[in-house]
């Protein structure tokens, strides 16, 4: 199932480029990834890292309670997995390459994913 909910963000400290992300403290006033999309659920996913960024779509595997980055949208690393080095903030979110909604004249509008 995809799911995709309000304000979710842990730190990590997982180092290199690697297809999985484990995940470590809930930022306070926050929810964990465990608890907002669940066991074996895909979600879309910001890593922050330094002056580094990537956005794209996970998996939650609650074993090691990690993300997996399966499909990056975009990120500061040529569209590529970036490297990571320390901590790293992780969070929920929602691109503005898939969005949709409805405009005032009640038309629903959104855009063309890139990828």
Known sequence: MFTVQDRVKESSITEGNGK??????TFGGFTSFSQAVGSGNSTFY???NNQNYEIGIGRYDPSNNSLSRD????????NDRINLLGVSVVFGT??????????????????QPYY
């Open 46 to 48: 910001t890593i922050e």
């Open 20 to 25: 999985v992300i484990v995940l470590n403290d």
């Open 71 to 78: 499909v990056v949208l975009e990120s500061t690393s040529s």
């Open 94 to 111: 929602y691109p503005g390459t898939h969005s949709f909604f409805v405009n005032d004249e009640g038309y629903a509008s959104g855009q």
